[in-house]
């Protein structure tokens, strides 16, 4: 079982960016995907998540809700996440993280992602 994420991004401030995690070896029909992050000295913060039992509905943190969005691709098994209007404390490691449904802990990580903005 993986998640393989993309690989570290570098942007300015108010840009764009795109990350993707890759699944395999488990049913990723069903599972929710998170996308939790962490930045330097600090603990994990969800980000947002998709989820197959609720009809793909997307669910998202106040601090990225209109700037972030979760996306699935199920012909290449692999969750997006698009990231808007970049700000200098969106730097962090991003992880995308899957849960098998009706549970609330994740059973699977990827690597994680260094995205940094700055100018």
């Known amino acids: 079982v993986q998640l393989v994420q993309s690989g570290a991004e570098l942007r300015n401030p108010g840009t764009s960016v795109k990350v993707s995690c890759k699944a395999s070896?488990?049913?990723?029909?069903?599972?929710?995907i998170d996308w939790v992050r962490q930045a330097p000295e600090q603990g994990l913060e969800w980000m947002g998540r998709?989820?197959?039992?609720?009809?793909?509905?997307?669910n998202y943190a106040d601090s990225v809700k209109g700037r972030f969005t979760v996306s699935r691709d199920y012909a290449k098994n692999t969750v997006y996440l698009q990231m808007n209007s970049l700000k200098p404390e969106d730097t962090a490691v991003y992880y995308c993280?899957?849960?098998?449904?009706?549970?609330?802990?994740?059973?699977?990580w990827g690597q994680g992602i260094q995205v940094t903005v700055s100018s």
């Open positions: 993280t899957a849960g098998a449904p009706g549970t609330a802990g994740y059973d699977y």
């Open positions: 070896g488990y049913p990723f029909t069903t599972y929710y």
């Open positions: 998709i989820d197959p039992e609720d009809g793909e509905r997307t």
